[in-house]
């Protein structure tokens, strides 16, 4: 009789790559995780000094930081408002310190004159949703600690107004700026003495099971193609659960109604080429009939990012505007 243990040693295969995310994620098909430190938009950062930024921990237990940013020389005495940039990356990939979105976070701190907050969340699949959602939230409530601690960070204390706070999204952000107008509720009263104004919804990430005319006739060569689409929420949600959950889906067939939910503010901006289009306009042309203050903006011919992929664009200036009409808007 032969031995044949060394034979099933050498047909072992290696882990192979079962998922990857724009090489910065590697999923192995053994479960391993491999993620890389450098962005997936290798762009220079456009630090002139007129934007001073930190960083600090909002939440010691996962390691959670967000960026601050003001400008240096502020055109006004007056307290500047606060302006969450909460990063997208189909949940995946993203970080406060990529390249992208550290240069919209300098011309958002100049063009609005207002401090910017840019936090991390954990990331997926090792933290599936709602741990992005629930670390929102805990970057919330770590600006309410600032505005009522004794130890406060003077650094953001001395200029900011807690009274004027704006929630911003992009993409997956979106997603948990969607999510935080509907826990906080209109006046967010949860917060006090922070008080949010109005929420920025870039681009959103929803999604569900039955296709949106977009995502099914969008260019495969899209920036975000459906492809990605579909593995970001593969990774993100929950094993076994569907596109319809109410965390990716806010009108599905198990999610909440809204009719009854008193919201604050909210713009909808989207790009008319991006495949989240359809979404996005439904989510807005729905929330309107509900009796909610929405405002709709779509950029003919634009791709999901724009306005981060080239933040000096015609299309991101005329954005910025936008954005700075609204904030002047609901500034009280």
Known sequence: MSDTTGAADSTTISPYVVDECRGVLRVYSDGSIVRSNKPSFNVPVNDDGSV???????????????????????????LLPIFYYIHGGGFCIGSRTWPNCQNYCFRLAL?????????????????????AIEDGFTAMKWLQAQAVSEEADAWLTE?????????????????IAHNLAVRLRAGSAELAPV??????????????????????????EAFLN???IDRFWRLSIAVGESTDHPFVNPFGPASQSLEEVDLDPILVVVGGSDLLKDRAEDYAKRLKGLGKKIEYIEFEGKQHGFFTIDPNSEA????????KRFTMDHNS
């Open 52 to 78: 001073l930024w930190k960083d600090v921990i909002f939440d010691a237990e996962h390691n959670l930081q967000v960026r601050l940013y003001k400008p240096a020389s502020p055109s006004s005495t007056k």
């Open 111 to 131: 063009d609005l004159q207002a401090v910017v907050v840019a936090p991390d969340y954990r990331l997926a699949p090792e933290n599936r949703l709602p741990a």
């Open 159 to 175: 200029v900011a107004d807690f009274s004027r706070v704006f929630v911003s999204g992009d993409s997956a952000g979106g997603n």
């Open 195 to 220: 008080r949010v104004r109005g929420y920025v919804l870039l681009a959103p990430f929803f999604g569900g099971v039955v296709r949106s005319r977009s995502e099914a006739e969008g260019p495969k």
């Open 226 to 228: 459906l492809e990605l």
């Open 316 to 323: 991101a200036n005329r954005l910025m505007m936008i954005i």
